[in-house]
């Protein structure tokens, strides 16, 4: 196995992992737990750039004020995604929030359908038809909304492509919409430590667990970074899977969280989708390359 794919592995596995980070916060209201992770993150990544020493980009987003507003629109997604997500994990809704990234490449298939005028092939068009069918059975055999999927699908589908023509690295663009954010978080942190209604310095362990979550947010990112340079990017499509699958798992069997026949026809369905796209995007890949 070389390096890359131990890089990507390791960051898709961090992910899978990250409800078990955000339970160790479950007493702190999520708007709170995004303040600290929007802080903090941006403490950790710009100690990265100082080691890095590569902070060429900003002299970009100072020539092209159209790309920080950009950024801007993004960083209000991201944040959106953390909240739902945490939101989500914290109250049980953990195997729905691995329902909304398991959808979420099909979901960034239908936006440039929509708005970029891309056209599918034969067997995208079954895979976002079979999710479809499956999103639907759940609605209606077992009549539950999956808001939070819906939610997290939306709010990261619309970041990714909001981003598409930045040309920014994950890291450097991370920075900069930590950065847009900073001031806002700063000063809302600041409200509630006047109103005490603060969680930061209660005890120890939920200090440790707010700050860590800007390392905890960003070292993914970097590994992910490093093996996207040298491992193919059908390679990392396909492994993306993982961390919904872990996430998914951890729901059911760590927290215990109810999965009727029901749902799992739901969800089998939508699996049978995710399938067929990671199928066509390997057959995409090697017809490129042949």
């Given amino acids: 196995m070389t390096r890359g794919y131990l890089y990507a592995i390791t960051a898709y596995a961090l992910w899978g ?3 078990i980070y955000w339970k160790q916060l479950h007493h702190v209201p999520a708007g709170e737990v995004i303040l600290h992770r929007i802080m903090w993150s941006l403490v950790f990544l710009v100690a990265v750039g100082v080691v890095r020493r590569q ?28 909240f739902v997500y945490v939101w989500g994990v914290n109250h049980g809704f953990v195997v729905q ?9 099909l979901f960034s298939v239908l936006l440039g359908v929509a708005l970029l005028g891309e056209k599918l092939r034969r067997l995208q068009w079954w895979a976002v038809g079979l ?23 939306l709010t990261f589908g619309l970041y990714g492509f909001s ?3 930045m040309h920014l690295e994950a890291v450097e663009g991370l920075t900069a919409e930590m950065g847009i954010l900073f001031l806002p978080a700063l ?43 040298t491992i193919p990017l059908s390679a990392a499509g396909i492994l993306q899977y993982l961390a919904p699958l ?38 995409a890949q090697r017809g490129v390359s042949a």
């Avoid at 998914?248 to 927290?255: A, M, P, R, S």
Wanted: a positive charge.
């Fill in 55 to 82: 902070w060429g980009w900003l002299k970009q987003l100072y020539q092209y004020p159209r790309r920080t507003l950009i950024l801007a629109v993004a960083a209000g997604l991201l944040a959106a995604n953390w």
């Fill in 97 to 105: 929030a691995s329902l909304g990234y398991f959808i979420n490449p």
């Fill in 17 to 19: 992992f990250f409800p």
């Fill in 187 to 229: 000063m809302l942190f600041l409200l509630l430590a006047h109103r005490g209604e603060s969680h930061f310095g209660q005890d120890p362990a939920t200090m440790m667990f707010l700050a860590g979550g800007g390392a905890v947010t960003a070292i993914p990112l970097l590994l992910f970074g490093a093996a996207t340079r």
């Fill in 131 to 153: 999710a479809g069918a499956g999103v639907l059975y759940l609605m209606l055999g077992v009549r539950e909304i999956p808001w939070v999927a819906f939610a997290l699908a």
């Fill in 246 to 283: 872990l996430q998914f798992l951890i729901g059911v069997f760590l927290y215990r969280e109810p999965f009727s026949l029901g749902r799992f026809i739901g969800f089998a369905i939508i699996w049978a989708a995710v399938i067929l796209f990671i199928v066509d995007n390997v057959r």
């Fill in 163 to 165: 981003k598409k023509k």
